[in-house]
């Protein structure tokens, strides 16, 4: 491979390859991978996947190494396939709303770009994450709630199949209905049936104004009862976040806010000026109806950014109140009618474990998660979190819910897929042999 003779783009050094052997947070083992390698265009990607596949390595796509399910973990050692390099930004089609990027775009690089052009991409799971990553396992985040999830934002791409040939699918065009989607097929597949070599995505014009909200309650269901009560109102929040008191209390140790600790509602109201101020009269009459002890809004963008960095940093904030610990995270989604209900069942199996952890979730679209920290040299510790992520799926799925409403199913989840999806998933795998019959494409996840 031409990439080899460069010993800039290929690394077997251990530090690197254990960079690449884990993903940021989560509590699945580190596994090295032989070799990690940096390519820069879709030719060299082709030529390290056709290789490859006849030698029968393994390849893992990485990124940023943000996943939450193992996804960039390479159980089977091979080759770790590092994006970072594949970074530019293509083609920015204003009139289209429309962009292309190769995939070791961040969703950062990519907004501060479309910026100067009145645009913004609008899914933000919360880190910095690469858009290929994003892709792969379908991320949503705070913004879904409005905007939909990474999968509704891809128009078309490029990939490389398994054997080392390209494939084109979408196109450009808002709307199509001509064969099969393989667009949304390969989005949330997480590396397995192909790897991404370009991306077609939406783009948004920016708001004229955004307010940006919180409110405290006394407790977790009224906060789940005020998110539904705005949506059944017609007020279209842009973010509507539930953060429980445990989260709170983190976020304020790590960075040094002296927020109420009781469940919170984080909100933001984006269009118009007008219809702006409209909607937040309507969400002060609902919290007032709803019991909130407190709220407060502004129309500062720098106020705001702050107010949503604590909600972004939740993760690392959680993580960093235990030392030592790595953090599993349920990621269930339910029927909005349910998600009062849910939560508090996943409080109440907390408790009956005596397990400490979080609540915190995208309450708009009824994706929430319990995040326990875990010291997973314990074996009782991680048994008594594996069970208790257990009973807040099965709680779920028993009520029209999913195992997974944006992490992906990776090396975590895969129980919960099958009780999940049943005689689907048989389906599922014969879709993967067709694609990648010598299993080289991030093996075994998903299944």
Known sequence: MSIIGDPERISTSESVRRQHGQDLTSYHAQHLPDAVLFPKNKDELREIVAYANQVKCPIVPYGLGTSVEGQVVPVRGGISLDFTRMNRILDIRENDFAVRVEPGVTRMQLNRELQKHGLFFPIDPGVDATLGGMV????????????????????????VLADGSFI??????RKSSAGYNLTQLLAGSEGTLAVFSELSLRIYGRPET???????FPDLHRVCRTANRMLYQ???????????EYTIQAINAYMRTNYAVKPTLFLELSGWESTVKAEWERVEAILKTEGAEEWSHTFDGDAGEQLWDARRHAALAIAAS????KLMTTDVCVPLSVLPEAVLYAREVMQAE?????????IGDGNYHAVFPVDMSRSEEAEKAERINAFIVRF??????????????????????EEEQGDTLTWMKKIKELFDPNHILNPEKIF
């Not at 084109?168 to 065009?173: C, D, E, H, P, Y």
């Not at 955004?210 to 405290?216: M, R, S, T």
Request: with cysteine; proline share 2%; glycine share 16%.
């Open 354 to 362: 005596d397990m400490q952890g979080a609540i915190l979730g995208h």
């Open 396 to 417: 779920a799925l028993e009520r029209g819910g999913t195992c997974t409403g944006e992490h992906g199913i990776g090396l975590g989840k895969k129980k919960h897929l």
């Open 168 to 173: 084109r699918t979408g196109s450009l065009a």
């Open 322 to 325: 235990a030392p030592g610990k």
């Open 136 to 159: 792969a396992t379908n991320a949503s985040g705070c913004s879904a709630v409005r905007y939909g999830t990474t999968r509704e934002q891809v128009l078309g791409m490029e990939a």
């Open 234 to 244: 017609s007020v279209q929040p842009g973010k509507l976040e539930l953060v429980d």
């Open 210 to 216: 955004f307010l940006y909200a919180k409110a405290v």
